[in-house]
């Protein structure tokens, strides 16, 4: 039984020339102890399923649309704004993209640590600020005591992701999302971070939702993997099968565009085009508009079907 | 009287001339890619056309009151010049009266040789002349202090902004300098020394408002530059050897244009306001001019009178009111569409 | 900090040496001591009158060198030095009006509008951060946006007429206070209510919209978002994540203008008989008291640099980020 499941997801945007479907119809499930990776090019709208599973979807032009996300037999969707509030940073947790920005400048580490226990009501402000500094401890912070009281910018990039996993840490949720935790760091912090987060997902049974672009990361830590492109999933199914044999064309082109070590010197390949916008994805097979293999049926909507190796793939052509 | 008519056909001329040149920079603009999807923007804001659509009155009427030609009197088989007529004044030619009236009160004092009896829409003021007729000279001047004052601190704003911001070290030290000792004295009182000191005119008006607002736009301009002058633009365009002249006007300032446009649009409502406070202290345009200011300060002790005299308050009140809020959400909406630091928006996906 | 303060004093000493050139240059080279003597003593005045009216005020010595003074004195003996002289030790001599010390009325009058100004201050600066927090937590919708509408209504009218409205409904109409005047003691209140409500209403506007787009700006912060995450709501990240950061601009924006209160309200005194600095100003300049609108600038440019000083040290105390160097 999944922890938490994604079903037929539609989050869309009002615009001023019209609907935006940025997620449309997306559909996946996190495990116990188990990470699963979200990945696609950014405008696929990989983001913004991580908000629709927060409840924090930008008002007032964004808007769930449809679908289902049920957590212990419950539609998150269903619940209450304040009952959706008392769940987040408890239970499920966020990790941003940009630590430089996400914490806020003007108060200290600890003042922001401390208020996420106090909110969900766990004990008193000794009791808690002795639990934060532990949790700085653990995520690797030397001299936890003095950089309770110490403010953002006088933090390093990696030090901020570090304080921001222990934020997200700090009530013990059972989901974790990692909005494409390394991006904004050095490549040498990247991996020290990674791996504190898998040594944080062990020890707390978290189930992780790692949202990326890079598939050097999912093959290390992730256990299953979804593709997603303009909105739609185009291929799912385990890590180690997907990465080994991609059946989709686009997931073939994403792999192929990855620098090899077996070839060196030759041309990388990269996949012609961008991702649409929003505003105006194409009919049918969303990825027609760049997919080399397209034909005259692609202009139909292919649906996500099982494959032989038990991978999920949306193309007409993958038997 | 050759001299009189080259005289009426130049000021007409360069009236048309500002508005013609205004108007050809906008379509110029869009044609341009970007700013045409800047404009449809605000054209789909309905509060941005309705504003725009009552500037466009005004411009109108100003239109009518900057052409004129002159008028002369056959004395002793004589032409003897009286005065300049303007479009306004042909269309709309009220009577005299010889003190007050109050709104819609018919003609009285006419000129017998005069046909047309009609009535003054918004009444008379105490020196008997036509309130409605002077509202609509009031444009004149609003526009003319408003648009000429914008005209001699663009060049001035622009121009030192860019070197301050551009070259930074000596230029920025002394630009800001100067700008600072100026922004030091009060506006009000550096404006009331000015005027003191020119004396009453439009265009000594505008000089002195001229000295007191390049500031601000000089300010802003600096400090735009200065964050362009770092952007990746201007570094890869001075690694291809562009010269210093070359990546100030081809490459920061259409990026700075922006800044530029809204700060002059919300500028001149305050310099519509700023003529009629100075006005009010006697160091405006010289009271012979019929301006809003001039009303506004007219109409002072006409309140506490019985009955009250309150046409003349109202009507300059009414069309200044609606100038300046039409300018302001006007030029909201450009800034709205222009600064996205503004607009209420979520979190991009 | 000490030495930061001292360095920013440094800093302002030139600006200040500026101002006291530009006054010189728009009172003694824009005007003769000709044309001065003429419009204080009349234009029919005799020559003479007016030539012992400028030998005794000091205005018939050379601009910058004369000449026919011994050895320093050659440059010290100068309008210009005088000019500056009197500036810098706040020895602006006698008023052109009634001859009396001006640093005596500028002392006197700095009170009048401090009563008037303060209180003006204080509750213009509450109320419009109070609607500037109302329209931001209740963004996007229709109180915001006929709050934002009504602001731009109010910016759009000039304070001549919030004055002479006022006056009419207040003081015409309703008979509620009197249309000007002032009075020493408690009876002031009578007078100064009206005022202070017009100066506050006038500026409301102006305010309430700038504060609440430094709001909306921070709204859109990525913070904002991880407070929300960590499942605060939404009047705790409104009034302790949001309202501290734009606490910042605002609260030193207002620092700014404390200087000034002393400087009074140039129109608002002038309308309603309060005997401040800014009518003293506005006096001074019909009466062309060059003496004493001199003064007047000049302590508003101190006035001025003492602000933005201040508002230097407000933003280290207030902002973590900033600190001296």
Redesign the interface.
Known sequence: MALLEVKDLRTYFNLPEGTAKAVDGVSFSLEKGKTTALVGESGCGKTLVSYSIMGLVPEPNGFVAGGEIMFREEDLLKFSFSRMRSLRGKTISMIFQEPMTALNPVFSIGNQLIESLMTHGTGDRVGAKKRCIEMLKEVGIPGPDQRFDEYPHQLSGGMKQRVMIAMALLTNPDILIADEPTTALDVTIQAQILDLLKKMQKKYKTAMLLITHDLGIVSENADSLTIMYAGKVVEQGDVKTVLKKPSHPYTQGLLRSLPSMHSPGKKLYSIPGVVPQAINFPEGCRFRTRCIEAKKECENEPSLKILKNKVKCACFFRK | MLEYYINDILRSLFVLVIIGGGIYTVLRMNRNRIWHDVFR?IW?VPIARISFGVICLYLFVFLLDSISYPLFKEVNKKHVFVNSRTLLEVIYTPAREESYSAPMAKYQFTDKKMENKGIHPAGTNINGEDVLMNAFKGIKVAFTIGGLTTLIILPIGIFFGLIAGYFGKGADTTVT??Y???????E???L???M??FGNGVLQLCIALGITSWVGLCRIVRGETMKQKNMEYVQSARALGQSHFRIIFKHILPNVMHIILITSILRF?GLV?AE??LS???LGVPPEIASWGIM?DQ??GE??RDPMVWWN?ITA?SF??IL??SV??FG?TIRDVLDP??R????K? | MKTYILRRILYALPVIFGVMLITFVLFFYLTTPETIARQILGEKAKKEVIQSWIHMKGLDKPYFFNTEAPGIRKVTDTLFIDHIWSLVTFQFGNSYQDDKPIMNKIITRAGPSLTFTLPVFIMGLFLSISFSLIFAFFRATYIDKYGTFLCVLGMSIVIMIYIIGFQWLFSIKLKLFPISGWAEGTDKVRFILLPIFVGVIAGLGGSIRFYRTIMIEETTKDYVRTARSKGLNESLVLFKHILKNAMIPILTNAVMAIPFLFMGALLTENFFGIPGLGSFAVEALFSNDFPSIKAVIYIGAILYQIGLILTDISYALVDPRVVFE
């Open positions: 923007q789909s300098y100067v600072s000792t100026l922004a030091c004295i009060p009000i009182l550096l009331i020394a000015l003191n000191i409502s306001m009629v406070i009010y202290l006697g506004i109409s002072r309140l506490a308050i009140f200044m009111f300046i809020l302001n959400f909201d630091r503004t209420v928006k979520g979190v996906a």
